[in-house]
């Protein structure tokens, strides 16, 4: 009896063993998804500076664009004789301070088109939280400008979240009727791929989707949704890295009809 009893147990060990094994051994997709950022509401602003400088010039993803040439206005020098941006902000839009200034040009980066620049920036509330953004505010009026971010800005903003961030990204999504198909173009639109890439002709960022049929199978075109890192582009290697690893949270359904459409264009 205590023999069948110990075997028993031996075989669901064993069992928990392998499948531990088993979970372990599946690639997960990795995301940059920053870390988390935790500030108190009685942040000094020399913290909220510096967490703001570590996010930009690392997990914020901001170097992908500026200060690298044409692409974006650079963020850390003067810009067309309109000063640093600390000193810009407050002259920018009438009736916004620098602080709304620059906490609207990264929630709603396309309320206010610096002259000169596509509108290519993605809302920073998809991928950062309201502290990252503050602290990143903070950061850039330190260049500049005097540092007015405080805890507050964050405490009130804590269950506000913004539209567009991860709140949006899920019960928004409608479902797929069992009437009618998906309408891909919307889609692509409303997943934001239409700010970077075109259906036909010459794209804003990365490359159209024309032809991509005949190069890609669906399969890659989905791994280069979802992991767009994982290899890049033909003629846009230097662009690795721009595309954000965000759309895993695509419903499956929706994600299907996009890689189809990009599939069927050939
Ligand atoms: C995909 C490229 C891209 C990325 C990534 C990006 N930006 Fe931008 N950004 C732009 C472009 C282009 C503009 C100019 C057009 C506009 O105003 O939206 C801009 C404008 C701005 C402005 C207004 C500048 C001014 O002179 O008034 C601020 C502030 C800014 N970005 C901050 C950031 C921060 C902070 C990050 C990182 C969280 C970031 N951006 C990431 C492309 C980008
Ligand atoms: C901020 C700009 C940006 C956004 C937003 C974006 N992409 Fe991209 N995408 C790029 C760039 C740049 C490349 C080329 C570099 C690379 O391969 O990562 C690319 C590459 C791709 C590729 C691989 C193309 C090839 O020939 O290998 C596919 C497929 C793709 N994107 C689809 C999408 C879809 C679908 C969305 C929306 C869910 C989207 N992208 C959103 C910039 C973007």
Not at 177 to 181: E, V
Not at 258 to 266: E, K, N, P, Y
């Given at each position: ?175 797929l ?5 998906l ?68 419903p499956a359904a929706e994600?299907e009809a ?9």
């Open positions: 009896m205590l023999k069948t009893n110990l075997s028993i147990l031996a075989v669901v060990i064993g069992c928990l063993g392998v499948f531990t094994w088993v979970a372990n051994a599946i690639p997960q997709i990795q995301s940059d998804v920053p870390e988390d950022l935790v500030l108190s509401d009685d942040v000094s602003p020399e913290e909220l500076i510096a967490a703001g400088e570590e996010l930009y010039n690392g997990g914020g993803g901001c170097t992908a664009c500026h200060g690298l040439g044409e692409r974006a206005p650079n963020l850390l020098t003067d810009h067309a004789g309109t000063g640093l941006i600390g000193e810009r902000c407050a002259n920018r839009v009438a009736g916004e301070d620098c602080k709304q200034y620059l906490h609207t040009s990264m929630v709603n980066p396309n309320a206010y088109l610096v002259e000169g620049f596509a509108p290519i920036m993605l809302d920073a509330s998809r991928t950062l939280s309201s502290v990252q953004i503050w602290a990143l505010v903070a950061y850039l009026q330190s260049l500049g400008g005097e540092v007015t971010v405080t805890g507050a800005d964050f405490a009130d903003a804590g269950d506000a979240a913004p539209a567009g961030g991860v709140v949006a990204a899920a019960p928004a999504a409608p479902v009727g069992p009437t009618g198909p309408d891909p173009e919307e889609l692509l639109t409303r997943h934001t791929c239409s700010t970077c890439h075109a259906v036909t002709g010459a794209s804003p960022l990365g490359p159209s989707y024309e032809g991509m049929g005949s190069r890609l199978t669906a399969d890659e075109i989905r791994t280069s949704i979802l992991d767009p890192t994982a290899s890049a582009a033909e003629g846009f290697e230097a662009m690795l890295g721009l595309m954000p690893p965000i759309f895993g949270n695509i994600l996009i890689v189809q459409f990009i599939a069927s264009q050939r």
